[in-house]
């Protein structure tokens, strides 16, 4: 049997049981929720009250209702995704790979005879589809909040160009894509979800950022602050929707240019994958 | 098909884990249509050599072949405690290209088809296991290993689990059972591997193993019981019980002789019976250890 024939049974298998597991149900609707609230209702509620909110601090009225516009979903799309989007999308990898040793299912499975690359490349893949799942339902709720707001604000409909939206789902599939796998690594390593979880999101939200505030002191530290994840997912979200516009938008940043951030991005993606097939294969499976 | 073909086999397998020596040097043949039995106390290193069987852990040296038509139950089910039994066995089915047919009749042989959609989480210990012989017997393996299978079963699961190893047996095929139930072995089992610290004790048929068929004596005075076992017997084939009998390694057809020699020499014969020692005898002696302290009955 090819390996591509025993990775498709093993997609099948894994869509099959991660469709099934509540975990995923609460990350991406912790998502959505997060994504709502931050993208349109906070904003939403300082437009119509007419105070500022802390988001959209130093900005007018039009300026707000124009962010909630269809023409606007790309960004608006996109601005989560740095941080609550990258730290849930790590989660839910770390969950995938890491319960995998803790309920003793990869034992279960490599038991039966499977092969282990083709078992984890299927797992990769089924995460990958939970990923792009995610973009598109996230797309498309923010397009259709979006026309109810115009339409109850008696707005015209300037559709966003299908340009800006296929840059905007690209973006978005790498940064998610990578902190998914970039879990899925760390729940391989430690061969369990608690401490995946842990070390992965204290990364995420504490260790990068005070790593960027030590760069601005020490030149070196700036320069290892440009190749890491968070930085790069940050700037390529940045580069895109612009940090001006992003100002207050945690993890949204301008540190490198867009390019450079896509590619160091594209890199953890594919080293991550490696990495996790090298640990599967070469470990024991207790 | 060679019906004597070996189906897994290990050649001075060792596992060290730092400077702990876990499995040594065990070489060890399961032959095609065979029950083999793996005997050993807790921490004797059965279940690391069978999870060096099935590729789950590296050996440190030698090797370790299983036919890759394999279902194991090893130490424990796991599964996913959020999808019912049927589920987690349709997800297993997914990876290896089996039918949802094939679920469910592994559901019905261990007797799990009416609770299928019960989520794996409120299983029973007992059901689990069960759970995980069934995974061991989908897409009808060459070789299925089943360490422990009746670990938390109860009387009447123990019964049913001896049941369906028979089964599989009549039908031929190779199982690979670790199990602390030495009668259980006793019964099932054609031939065993005694295993005790890590090292490969003894590898033979369970008939080898227990020594045959022996007489038991009970005759006084004493020492003259002893002079004419000894002399009919052999030195090596005469060995004292506790309670001041004697075991001759001699068939039980020679005990009209036996008896006679005992009369002529002047003994008086308070029993004469053909005597088996049991699998745990042997199991015991073999691994020294005392069964209230190390092995559960």
Not at chain 2, 54 to 81: C, K, Q
Request: aromatic share 6%.
């Amino acid at each position: 049997m090819s390996t591509l024939t025993a990775t498709t049974r093993s997609t099948r298998a894994e869509l099959m049981r991660l469709r099934a597991w509540p975990a995923v149900w609460i990350t991406l609707g912790a998502w959505l929720l997060l994504s709502i609230m931050f993208g349109y209702l906070f904003t939403y509620l300082s437009y119509t009250s007419g105070d500022a909110s802390f988001a959209d601090e130093g900005t007018t009225q039009a300026e707000q209702l124009a962010r909630m516009l269809p023409d606007a979903v790309p960004d608006v799309f996109l601005q989560g995704m740095p941080m609550f989007g990258g730290a849930l999308m790590m989660v839910l990898g770390a969950l995938v790979a890491g319960n995998g040793y803790g309920w003793g299912t990869w034992k279960t499975l490599f038991a039966q005879g499977v092969r282990r690359t083709p078992a984890l490349l299927g797992s990769v893949t089924a995460l990958t589809a939970v990923v792009l799942t995610t973009l598109v339902v996230t797309l498309g709720l923010d397009l259709g909040i979006s026309l109810i707001i115009t339409a109850s604000e008696n707005q015209d409909v300037v559709m966003p160009s299908f340009g800006s939206v296929t840059e905007a789902f690209g973006a978005g599939f790498l940064v998610l894509e990578m902190w998914a796998l970039l879990g899925f690594l760390l729940g391989t390593l430690a061969r369990g979800p608690a401490l995946s979880v842990g070390l992965g999101l204290v990364w995420a939200l504490v260790v990068e950022n005070l790593l960027r505030g030590v760069g601005q002191l020490l030149g070196w530290v700036e320069s290892l602050t440009e190749v890491l994840p968070g930085t790069s997912a940050g700037s390529l979200i940045g580069g895109i929707v612009g940090v001006g516009a992003g100002d207050g938008t945690p993890g949204v940043l301008d540190t490198v240019p867009v390019g450079r951030a896509a590619i160091t991005v594209a890199v953890y993606l594919v080293l991550a994958v490696a990495g996790s097939v090298l640990l599967v294969r070469r470990r024991d499976v207790a | 098909m060679n019906t004597n073909a070996p189906v897994a086999t290990t050649e001075n397998l060792t596992k060290v884990y730092g400077d702990r020596v876990a499995v040594d040097k065990v070489t060890m043949t399961v032959r095609r249509g065979e029950v083999y039995g793996f005997l050993g106390p807790n921490g004797a290193g059965k279940t690391t050599t069978l999870r060096m069987l099935l590729g789950l852990i590296r050996p440190t040296s030698g090797t370790a072949y299983a036919d890759p038509s394999v279902g194991a139950l090893i130490e424990g089910p796991g599964f996913h405690p959020y999808l019912s039994g049927r589920a987690n066995l349709r997800v297993l089915a997914r990876h290896r290209g089996l039918t949802d047919a094939e679920v469910e009749r592994v559901l019905g042989r261990v007797d799990l088809a009416g609770r299928g959609d019960d989520k794996f989480k409120g299983y029973s210990l007992g059901m689990k296991q069960r759970l995980g012989v069934a995974a061991a017997l989908m897409g009808d393996p060459e070789l299925i290993v089943l360490d422990e299978p009746t670990n938390g079963l109860d009387p009447a699961g123990m019964a049913d689990m001896r049941a369906l190893v028979v089964d599989l047996a009549r039908e031929g095929r190779t199982v690979l059972l670790s199990s602390h139930l030495l009668a259980e072995v006793q019964e099932i089992c054609h031939r065993v591997g005694v295993i005790n610290d890590g090292r490969l004790l003894r590898e033979s048929t369970v008939a080898e193993l227990r020594g045959g068929v022996s007489l038991r004596i009970r005759a006084t005075p004493e020492p003259e019981a002893l002079a004419v076992a000894m002399r009919l017997a052999g030195d090596d084939g005469v060995r004292r019980e506790s309670d001041g009998a004697l075991l001759l390694s001699l068939p039980a057809e020679r005990a009209p002789d036996v008896a006679r020699a005992l009369v002529a020499a002047g003994a008086d014969v308070h029993e004469i019976t053909a005597a088996e020692r049991s699998l745990e005898e042997v199991f015991f002696e073999m691994t020294s250890t005392h069964p209230h302290q190390e092995v559960p009955a």
